[in-house]
């Protein structure tokens, strides 16, 4: 899970496009690669490379950037399951805060970690007419790992909400951990178990706003 974590994280902070096939304009590749064509310009910013003082304005930059083209309320509904359901709407939006706020300090925290890898955009396939996935592949110099992004289209935007390496999806992972969690037994069990999870998320976000070298491959304990 550590090796399939740090290929998130390059995967998700950086990459250029290399040998991208063609696609229609404003269809789910162009937009993946717009997206994260906009992180690689932040990555390689001569105003924030090797600055430790700029890293926070980089960071945030960052931050802007992947929330332009990641949907991070899918995300979040998806990683819950049918639970999410049951949770009010209060729930659901403080839910989708503390998750994406892991998810950022999870991947900020290790923005160092890229080395310059490219991205070959392969192809995209729709699914259902407002559902995608794209095909790329890592390119690390010693072998193409294969990398397929999940979008949705909403609003007339596509944006993702799962990514997918080496056999392992990030809303799976993410499921597998809070269905652990989640008690659905009873309406008793179900709030106690909730109110669990928020306290196990608020924590894990504690931990990596004062250790940003930590991260959240070993759960939200």
Not at 43 to 48: I, M, S
Not at 136 to 154: A, C, E, N, S, W
Not at 181 to 203: G, M, P, V, Y
């Amino acid at each position: 899970m550590k090796r399939t974590l740090s290929i998130v994280i390059i995967v998700l902070l950086l990459c250029l496009s290399a040998g991208a096939g063609f696609a229609a304009e404003n269809s789910p590749m162009v937009r993946l690669r717009s997206g994260i064509q906009g992180v690689i310009e932040v990555l390689n910013n001569p105003e924030y490379k090797g600055n430790p003082d700029k890293h926070p304005e980089m960071a945030l930059k960052i931050r802007e950037t992947i929330k332009d083209f990641f949907n991070f309320e899918e995300l979040s509904k998806r990683s819950v399951g049918r639970p999410w359901l049951k949770f009010t709407p209060e729930e659901k939006e403080r839910f989708v805060s503390l998750f994406t706020n892991l998810l950022e300090q999870t991947y900020l925290g290790r923005v160092g970690e890229y080395s310059g890898e490219k991205v070959a955009f392969d192809k995209e396939t729709i699914i259902k007419g407002k559902y995608a996935q794209v095909d790329t592949r890592l390119l690390t110099g010693k072998q193409d790992i294969p990398v397929f992004y999940r979008m949705k289209l909403t609003d007339g935007e596509w944006d993702v909400y799962d990514v997918k390496i080496e056999g392992v999806s990030l809303v799976k992972n993410y499921r597998t951990q809070f269905t652990g969690i989640l008690d659905t037994t009873n309406d008793q069990t179900f709030e106690a178990s909730k109110k669990e999870l928020f306290i196990r998320l608020e924590k894990k976000c504690a931990e990596l706003k004062t250790n940003p070298k930590a991260t959240a491959e070993n759960g939200i304990k």
